[in-house]
């Protein structure tokens, strides 16, 4: 099981940068994914999730941030738009098993993750 985080760099306030999460070792479609991110001296945060058709995002981000998937290619993608300095982190995708809505929050059930992608938004 693999999972490779990538899409990352330095953005202007307002700009937008897309995330790629590839997976390879099993099938987007049996799990949960997960996009996570870690801003210096914070706890790691979910920021937005994806199972089968349904989809998920933090406040944060909800009307900005558009996750989506593309099985043919088993990558999953998170689309950033008007971003912001408080965006800036390093980010990270992870995979857990299929989990019922309640528990997609639960970051403990995430067990593989991918090395994360810096995103830094300046103002």
């Known amino acids: 099981v693999q999972l490779q985080a990538s899409g990352g760099g330095l953005v202007q306030a307002g700009g937008s940068l897309r995330l790629s999460c590839a997976a390879s070792?099993?099938?987007?479609?049996?799990?949960?994914i997960g996009w996570f991110r870690q801003a210096p001296g914070k706890e790691r945060e979910g920021v937005s999730y994806i199972n089968v058709g349904r989809k998920f995002y933090a406040d944060s981000v909800k009307g900005r941030f558009t996750i989506s998937r593309d099985n043919a290619k088993n990558t999953v993608y998170l689309q950033m738009n008007s971003l912001k300095p408080e965006d800036t982190a390093v980010y990270y995708c992870?995979?857990?098993?299929?989990?019922?809505?309640?528990?997609?929050?639960?970051?403990?059930?995430?067990?593989?993750w991918g090395p994360g992608t810096q995103v830094t938004v300046s103002s």
């Open positions: 992870a995979r857990a098993a299929r989990l019922p809505f309640s528990l997609w929050r639960a970051i403990s059930y995430y067990v593989y």
């Open positions: 070792g099993f099938t987007l479609d049996d799990y949960t």
